[in-house]
Each structure stands twice: as structure tokens, then as C-alpha cells.
């Protein structure tokens, strides 16, 4: 069996793309930099977010959702991902009360968390951004209460909050999708 029977698709893609740039020119030197921090950007509601490529696993276009009734408004159901069950959050209306209106350009952020995965329906992925040691210098707090437990510091121009999925879902909040 070879080696990449064993990983997911998205590590498996990333592994192509390490192969790949390995060829390119000078850019071995700019990946390998200290201070450097990949992330993917996305859009939820009208704020800009960033969170760790590591923490995200897969981006999806929204599959067909199962609705389960009893739950909070921001659990849109669930979606069968390659034979799993998935619940899906629209993480906008969870952060802000604000329903995310589907497009063609909203896309779910696919998130491991103890006992699973869950999806996060976002308006829009903008890919990968990398943060580099003078970016973390010149961050800025967040001030939104709201985002201000999940959220480390707003960094780059336009200010991009960095959004730790490992703090939103170990949550008590996020982790009790049934309604109260």
C-alpha cells in the first residue's frame, strides 16, 4: 500500500503542492522562513477571518442538508460528506446572530473536533494568507466582544481576525446545538 493510500485528499493536495514548489524559484527559502503562519481566509458575515491551515481539513461546496429539528437556529442540519454525517453550522448566525444568505461563493470550512467533524458555512473563502513576524508585531486586539474568546489579534491590511477553530469548538456554547 503506498503512502497516500493512508492521507485525506487535503493532505494529499498539500503534499503536491510542497513537491511542486520545491521546483519553483526562491520560494523554498520564503516557506521555510521563521515567523511565517499559513492560514485560509474567509468571509462570515461582514468580518475577515483567518484561521490555521492546520485546523481546517477540507473547504466544500454545500451539499444537500438534513434539517434536525429541536436544535438551535445556527445548526442547519446536517450533510453526508463521503458517507459521514456532518452537522453543519452556519458560523455567522452563531457568531453574530446574522444568517448567512447562500451564493455560489459560500463554502464550508470542514473542522475536526472530538467525536467528529462539523462544518462551518461561510459567505466566502478567499484561500490561503500567510502572516508574517511583522504582521504579529502590528496586530491589533479584537474589540467586538462577541469574537473577542475565539479571536487572538487582527493582523494584515485589510485586518484579518485570526480565528482559533480549536477554541470555538471546545466552546459549552457551540458544543450544545440543541435548543434550550
Given at each position: 500500500?503506498?503512502?497516500?493510500?493512508?492521507?485525506?485528499?487535503?493532505?494529499?493536495?498539500?503534499?503536491?503542492?510542497?513537491?511542486?514548489?520545491?521546483?519553483?524559484?526562491?520560494?523554498?527559502?520564503?516557506?521555510?522562513?521563521?515567523?511565517?503562519?499559513?492560514?485560509?481566509?474567509?468571509?462570515?458575515?461582514?468580518?475577515?477571518?483567518?484561521?490555521?491551515?492546520?485546523?481546517?481539513?477540507?473547504?466544500?461546496?454545500v451539499p444537500v442538508l438534513t434539517p434536525v429539528p429541536g436544535t438551535q437556529a445556527w445548526l442547519l442540519g446536517v450533510a453526508n460528506v463521503r458517507g459521514n454525517l456532518v452537522p453543519v453550522i452556519d458560523l455567522a448566525r452563531f457568531l453574530f446572530g446574522?444568517?448567512?444568505?447562500?451564493?455560489?461563493?459560500?463554502?464550508?470550512?470542514?473542522?475536526?473536533?472530538?467525536g467528529g467533524n462539523v462544518a462551518l458555512m461561510v459567505?466566502?473563502?478567499?484561500?490561503?494568507?500567510?502572516?508574517?513576524?511583522?504582521?504579529?508585531?502590528?496586530?491589533?486586539?479584537?474589540d467586538d466582544p462577541r469574537?473577542?474568546?475565539?479571536?487572538?489579534?487582527r493582523v494584515g491590511e485589510p485586518r484579518l481576525a485570526v480565528f482559533s477553530m480549536g477554541k470555538l469548538v471546545r466552546a459549552p456554547d457551540f458544543r450544545q446545538a440543541a435548543a434550550a
Open positions: 500500500m503506498s503512502q497516500t493510500a493512508t492521507l485525506s485528499p487535503f493532505e494529499i493536495l498539500a503534499r503536491y503542492e510542497r513537491l511542486s514548489l520545491v521546483h519553483a524559484s526562491d520560494t523554498p527559502e520564503k516557506l521555510e522562513a521563521p515567523g511565517l503562519w499559513r492560514g485560509i481566509g474567509y468571509r462570515a458575515g461582514s468580518r475577515l477571518f483567518v484561521s490555521g491551515i492546520d485546523e481546517i481539513s477540507e473547504l466544500l461546496a446574522e444568517r448567512t444568505i447562500q451564493t455560489e461563493r459560500t463554502r464550508l470550512l470542514v473542522v475536526r473536533q472530538s459567505d466566502e473563502v478567499f484561500g490561503q494568507r500567510t502572516v508574517d513576524a511583522e504582521q504579529r508585531r502590528t496586530a491589533e486586539q479584537e469574537l473577542a474568546r475565539f479571536v487572538e489579534d
